[in-house]
């Protein structure tokens, strides 16, 4: 790589890297991962840079190379082993003091998702992308990403709200 063409890629790393390890923490829900996942889509972002440099819409490139890292990580079955002694839902007294549970809950919930539904909520609500921008990261139709996106909400409103569930199941059933 030439030398403006590795100082492009070193500020556009060094602007978008707290938002790329955000995206990719919400999308496993465990640090260390997504550090893994990171550096994984860094690296192929670096091999690739002149290529991504000439597109269009860059973030939105190195999106999809990250939500694609993530999702051929799950792919593996190394994936499902959790290392370390405290259960991922594990919270202490001192974290609730703190607001942390409500983030716990919702990682715990967003764990919980199918992958694709996980996707893109994280992309829509946690990354502020629109309907057709999270389609093209995923390479998928807008109507696709509306209804995994209808039925992620439903499913996280369900985890996050108890109650909801029964109201929600009662007005199903008639009662």
């Keep these: ?20 390890h955000r995206t990719a923490y919400m999308l496993c829900g465990d640090a260390h991962r997504a550090d893994d996942i990171v550096q994984a889509t860094l690296t192929a972002l670096y091999v690739n840079w002149k290529r991504v440099a000439a597109a269009d ?3 939105a490139y190195v999106q999809s190379i990250l939500v694609r890292r993530y ?12 290392l370390g002694g405290v259960p991922a839902h594990a919270v202490s007294t001192a974290a609730a003091e703190h607001g942390i549970v409500e983030r716990d809950a919702l990682v715990t919930a967003l764990r919980a998702l199918p992958k694709g539904q996980r996707a893109v909520i994280v992309l829509r609500y946690f990354d ?6 999270t389609a093209e990261v995923l390479g998928c139709s807008a109507g696709n990403v509306k ?3 209808s039925r992620g909400l439903a499913a996280l409103r369900d985890a996050l709200n108890p109650a909801h569930v029964g ?3 009662g007005s199903r059933d008639g009662s």
């Design 167 to 169: 109201t929600t199941q």
């Design 1 to 20: 790589m030439r030398a403006d063409q590795e100082r492009e890629y070193t500020e556009y790393v060094a602007g978008r890297l707290p938002r790329l």
């Design 147 to 149: 209804s995994q996106c």
């Design 71 to 82: 999702l051929d990580e799950r792919r593996l079955r190394w994936s499902r082993v959790r």
């Design 57 to 59: 819409n860059v973030d």
């Design 128 to 133: 502020d992308l629109s309907v057709e921008a």
